[in-house]
């Protein structure tokens, strides 16, 4: 089901940087409407949860930790075409890669430190949404 929603983090590295003003104001100017706004911090068991997919991988185990490492905002986002428009907003994982302009190329420092997550499907926006919010928190 198409859902024109996504969902997003502003990254321990951001917030620790006080980039979330900066980082919600390129979201928004964007035409992404917030219609959920969380300030929060993942436990390395919730972090381990939320990335379960990439488990398998080398970074998997820096990755938890570097997620639990502090607070974080979360958020659900609404535009047409949220995915793919809000993957091109925040730019490549790698920031050394990601194009002029985009949040990463902006606000990210290394490969793992990259300020924001985006969501990579419309079912992952949905699952990882309701990671974080009630069906109360959602508009
Ligand atoms: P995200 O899920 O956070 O939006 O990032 P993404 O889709 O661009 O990248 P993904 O492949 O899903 O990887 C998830 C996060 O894992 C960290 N990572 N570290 N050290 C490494 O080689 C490496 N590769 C990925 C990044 O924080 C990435 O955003
Ligand atoms: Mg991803």
């Known amino acids: 089901m198409k859902t024109n929603r996504t969902f997003t983090m502003i990254k321990p590295d951001a917030v620790a940087n006080g980039h979330i003003g900066a980082i919600l104001d390129h979201i928004t100017k964007a ?3 917030i219609v959920a706004l969380k300030y929060t911090a993942l436990s390395a068991q919730k ?4 990335y379960a997919v990439h488990s398998e991988r080398g970074f998997y185990a820096d990755l938890v930790s570097f997620m639990s490492s502090g607070p974080i905002v979360a958020a659900i986002l609404e535009k047409d075409n949220a995915i793919a428009d809000f993957r091109t907003l925040i730019g490549a994982t790698d920031p050394s890669k990601a194009d002029k302009g985009t949040i990463r190329n902006l606000f ?3 490969i793992e430190a ?3 997550h985006g969501s990579d499907s419309d079912e992952n926006a949905e699952i990882e949404g309701s990671f974080f919010f009630s069906a109360f928190e959602k508009f």
């Open 114 to 116: 990259n300020a924001v």
């Open 31 to 33: 035409g992404f409407k």
């Open 108 to 110: 990210a420092k290394s």
């Open 47 to 50: 972090a381990g949860e939320f």
